[in-house]
Structure formats: C-alpha cells, structure tokens
C-alpha cells in the first residue's frame, strides 16, 4: 500500500492557519498584481517566511491551483445554472462567464493556456475541471442542434482561453470581448447547406466529439 503523502495528511492547527492566511494573502495580491505576483510579498503578506509558503505550495502553479478551487466551484454552480436555460442561450452565456472567470487575475488565462498543454502542470486539474465542465455544455448544445458535431470541447477552450487572452492584454476591455465571442458564436452554429459560390461544407471530422 503506497505511504500517504506529506499533501494527504491532514495539517496541524498552525500549519492550517498558515495555509489559509497564505491564500487569502495570494488572493489578495493576484488580485491587485496579476497572477505573476511577488511570491515572497504574499509571504511577508500573512506574515510567515518563504519557506513556509514553498512548504505549502512548492511552484507558482501550485499556489494557483489552490486559489483557482474556489471560482472553479462558482463556475461549476453557474453552469449547471446554466444548463437550465435554453441550450443555445446557455452556451452563448457560459462562454461569457468562462471568459470572465478566466480573467479573475491578469495573467491567469496565460497561465491556464500553458496548463492545458503541459501534463505534469500543477495548474492542470484547473484544466482538467473546466473542460468536464465544457464537455457537459457542448454535447447538451450539440444535442440540441445549436452547436455543430464536429466541434469538441477542447477546441471551444483553446478559443476561448485565446479570446480571454486577448481581453487580458487590452486590460479587460469587454466590448472586444463580446465582439470576439460573437464571431465564435456565429463559427459554432451548424451549416445548413453548403456555402454560395460554389464552396463545400467540411465533412465530420473522425472522433471530433465533445
């Protein structure tokens, strides 16, 4: 049986406190800095020394991980939120909300998009948690005939976090957001007939489900 890691065992009352403090802290600054605050400052910030947070969170990515788990719950309660509307309407909205919450902190989104391709990333449970969340939405779209089939769930994601990270860079400027979600929109509705002009419609790709 394999022996519990230093992360399964339970924290001892100041280990906890110091744990909590460290993320409010974290919180605080991503908030005020962007995702590549001073690590040191959150530190200083819940009055502990560095070895105490890299005793808690050994990487940056780490330390994300474990602020992100809290809006990853609001997200997921928005979603199945969500799923009680319309399923056109629902997906239209969730790609919102999704921008949004990937923009929670400067530098989150640029944060999230090397996750989504890095396995042995600390941040990839976030990745992991959002796109069982997409997954859920896409297919109820596709089933609904408002999204097209050959659409999966990642590649909604790539785009979006690509749309989040564009509003990042222009500092959270939403009307460019909601432009470019609306092009998306348009891109995910299914083709009735071939296009004019002679063009031909893409054939279903094999194995691009949600």
Not at 31 to 44: F, K, N, P, T, V
Not at 67 to 79: D, K, M, Q, Y
Not at 181 to 189: A, M
Request: overall charge positive.
């Amino acid at each position: 049986m394999a022996k519990p890691t230093s992360r399964d065992r339970p924290l001892r009352a100041d280990a906890r406190r110091n744990n909590e403090r460290l993320l409010a802290e974290a919180r605080s600054a991503f908030g005020e800095h962007g995702a590549g605050a001073s690590l040191d400052d959150i530190a200083r910030r819940a009055g502990v020394g560095p070895g105490t947070l890299y005793r808690h969170f050994p990487t940056r990515q780490a330390l994300l991980q474990a602020v992100t788990r809290e809006w990853l719950a609001e997200l997921r309660a928005e979603s199945d939120r969500l799923l009680a509307e319309p399923p056109g309407q629902a997906m239209d909205d969730w790609m919102r909300v999704l921008v949004r919450y990937i923009n929670t902190y400067r530098g989150l989104s640029s944060a999230l998009i090397a996750a989504f391709s890095d396995e042995q990333s600390e941040l990839r449970p976030s990745c992991e948690e959002i796109h069982q969340i997409a997954v859920s939405v896409i297919r109820r779209a596709q089933a609904a005939g408002t999204v097209r089939h050959d659409i999966a769930a990642r590649d909604v994601l790539r785009l979006l976090s690509g749309i989040a990270y564009v509003n990042d860079q222009a500092g959270g400027a939403e009307a460019d957001a909601d432009r470019l979600l609306r092009l998306l929109t348009e891109g995910l509705r299914p083709r009735a007939s071939a296009p004019a002009g002679g063009g031909r419609v893409l054939p279903h790709r094999r194995g691009a489900t949600a």
